[in-house]
Nanobody, 115 residues
Framework: QVRLVESGGGLVQAGGSLRLSCVAS????????MAWYRQAPGKERELVAS???????YYVDSAKVRFTIARDNAKNTLFLQMNSLQPDDTAVYYC?????????WGQGTQVTVSA
């Protein structure tokens, strides 16, 4: 049974930082591409960043420079370091992976950035 559990969200002022974590179980974590998505109120869920099993990373333009995705295969944990947060970053952030083509999602963690 695949399980993804996010944590680390919260309320932060503009310009602040947060570090999100996602602990995965039920998959061969080291062999799978992992990703962070977010969904703001009234908007579609969008990709923020991804990291392959070989540590190749991808960032959406709005996340480049400010966000860093990383993984700790020994702890089956995915991270998203978010710096210089802005109100537009307010959203529920989801961890996701798609082993063998079936996509799994965590429950999400709320990030709220106040102006």
């Amino acid at each position: 049974q695949v399980r993804l559990v996010e944590s680390g969200g919260g309320l932060v002022q503009a310009g602040g930082s947060l570090r999100l974590s996602c602990v995965a179980s039920g998959i061969m974590f080291s062999g799978n591409t992992m990703a962070w998505y977010r969904q703001a109120p009234g908007k579609e869920r969008e990709l923020v960043a991804s990291i392959t099993s070989g540590d190749d990373t991808y960032y959406v333009d709005s996340a480049k420079v400010r966000f860093t995705i990383a993984r700790d295969n020994a702890k089956n944990t995915l991270f998203l370091q978010m710096n210089s947060l802005q109100p537009d970053d307010t959203a529920v952030y989801y961890c996701t992976t798609a082993p063998r083509g079936q996509r799994f999602w965590g429950q999400g963690t709320q990030v709220t950035v106040s102006a």
